[in-house]
Nanobody, 118 residues
Framework: QVQLVESGGGLVQPGESLRLSCVVS????????VGWYRQTPGKERELVAT???????DYGNSVKGRFTISRDNAVNTLYLQMNSLTPEDTAVYYC????????????WGPGTQVTVSS
């Protein structure tokens, strides 16, 4: 059974930092592209950042230069370091694991709330 469990969300003030974690189990973590997406009410889920098995990173335009994605294959964990947070970063953040080989594999965590407010 595949499980993705996010943690690290919470309430922070503008300008502060937060680090999200996602522990993945039930799949071969190291061969999946993993990433973070976020969603606010009434809006589509948007890309935050992804990282491939070859450590190639991709970021959404709104977080470039502020957020850093990383992965630790030894402990099947994905991270997102978020700096200089703004109220516009307020959203539910979802962890994702994706791979296309013979067929598509696409798994999601339940999400963790990040709220940036003074």
């Amino acid at each position: 059974q595949v499980q993705l469990v996010e943690s690290g969300g919470g309430l922070v003030q503008p300008g502060e930092s937060l680090r999200l974690s996602c522990v993945v189990s039930g799949l071969d973590f190291k061969i999946f592209r993993v990433g973070w997406y976020r969603q606010t009410p009434g809006k589509e889920r948007e890309l935050v950042a992804t990282i491939t098995p070859y450590l190639s990173e991709d970021y959404g335009n709104s977080v470039k230069g502020r957020f850093t994605i990383s992965r630790d294959n030894a402990v099947n964990t994905l991270y997102l370091q978020m700096n200089s947070l703004t109220p516009e970063d307020t959203a539910v953040y979802y962890c994702n694991a994706w791979r296309a080989y013979v067929r598509e594999y696409d798994f999601w965590g339940p999400g963790t709330q990040v709220t940036v407010s003074s």
